[in-house]
């Protein structure tokens, strides 16, 4: 049975009357409601001229406020596009407009002869609509657009202003392992409570304007069955055919897969913000995306330099708490007594200086995340404060009775050995074990050298737009300077290099003599003790088979997802002719 709605945003006469019109003819194949933003009364005028007809009013008109659109096949509208908007989108009714004047103020027999005239125009505009096949033409139209979207690879997601959803095809039920019939008509935020979107969202405050992103994005999902799936996302808006936004519609498509090889095969060059390719970059890659939706404590261990603090904000940029604060500290900057404060807080008069009350890293990071910046270096009475907060969620502000509890992801960060450190009986192991849930390690700039390449280009592509200046490239014996340094400051050392480099050459070619004298100098001992240190080689024989059987024998193809020149491949080939 088909389903249509008669609405006007005014009175609610013309709706009713069609309403009224359907029911005399009998049909049996729709079903039919009114809708209006006037829900007065019939007077005696109107009465008059629908027992003219036996006609019957309507006995229940839908208020214009509470209409659920998704509820019916065809929209007939009497507002002439005006007063709201209808979502044009296969999973949306079809919608007609019809042109019915509305009746001018007359009393009297003059008012019955108007409302006559609008009586008999509707009932003419339904026996035309149900008698010529428009309805089923209507209808027919809606399913085979919606049977179009349901076999589309990608999934479609659609939801109004108001986060409503009103559309989720076929592939979209697959990748989310949610029917539509749990979704359609539902907010978005309450099918998925951590938000669909993620950190994306942006319809997490209904009384602004939404800013939708501009580019497609990825983002790591849960499904119903609770399995993380990477998803690349692209948002665009919808608008009514006088260009006013009625929502959006969202298509997404599973690159889990895709993702997962691309670190196997080591092609991703950047996730959430870092850069790498070695190995053990894109084993880090797998463990962030491994931890989004996890709320254990993180302890990121590294050399200075190593971009721990980058590592901890994408953890929290990419998971569920996005949304909240992430609240950096680096507990090694600051004495005992100034860190309890900037941790937990004070209350006025706690100590000298203060003269106001203030709230700590632990609270300002409630529902979000705090980054506890070497760790290591907090002194034993400190560690036994830092341990009840992480057992418990409660502390007190410095000077304060007060118990305050907060719910904050912990992911802390040092460049120490801890283990040596509990050893020498300078961490408490309980503390370790309350932090360390889950270790992440990052690797030095000199352990992973095929890197240096590609950071280079990331950081001189970043100042040169910063500079605003035209592009410099590095000469291939500047960079052979870079590849034999050990970067003891690592990627932070890197980019102040490459900073260091652009001051120096105003030309579009950098040349050794722009380096820093240090670089210079261990490359020339290096040279003079040992020769230049050869570069890792570019291929190995399970990378070079793995692409071959990716890209089923082609050799031009395997080059190229190998990212080497085809002459580079077929050497390889010829020295190993087995693979």
Known sequence: MRTILFVNIGSSLKPALAVAAVKSLGNQSVQVSAAAGDLTAPDDAVRQIMVEKDLEWPTKIISIDAIDFSAFDLIVSFANGKGFSIPSLPGSPAVVYWNVPDPQQKKGKQAITVFRTIRDHIFQLVHDLLGQGYVTALTQAKKNAELVMDNLGEGIIAHDQQRKIFFFNKAAEEITGYSRQEIVGRDCHEVFPERFCRSKCSFCDLTAVPALPEKPYSLVIRTKEDLSKQVEMSVVAITDFLGNPVGIVASFRDVTREFELATRLGEMEQFAGIIGRDAKMQELFRHIRDLVNSNASVLIQGESGTGKELVAAAIHNEGRRAKKLFVPINCGALPEHLLESELFGHIKGAFTGAIRDKKGRFELADEGTIFLDEIGDISPAMQVKLLRVLQDGTFQRVGSEETITVNVRVVSATNKDLQDEIAAGRFREDLYYR???????????????????????????????????????????????????????????????????????????????????????????????????????KLDVASVRQALEAEGGNRVQASRRLRVSRATLYRFLEKNPLV
Not at 484 to 499: A, F, H, K, M, T
Request: a positive charge; one cysteine or more; glycine letters at 2%.
């Open 435 to 537: 932090l360390c849930v889950v270790p992440l390690y990052l690797p030095p700039l000199r352990e992973r050298r095929n890197d240096i390449p590609l950071l280079a280009d990331h950081f001189l592509k970043q100042v040169v737009v910063e500079e605003e200046r035209a592009a410099v490239s590095l000469s291939p014996e500047l960079m052979e300077y870079l590849m034999n340094y050990d970067w003891p400051g690592n990627v932070r050392e890197l980019q102040n290099v490459i900073r260091y480099i652009l001051v120096r050459c105003q030309d579009d070619l950098a040349k050794v003599h722009h380096l820093p004298a240090n670089i210079r100098e261990q490359y020339t001992r290096t040279v003079q003790v040992a020769g230049p240190r050869k570069r890792r080689a």
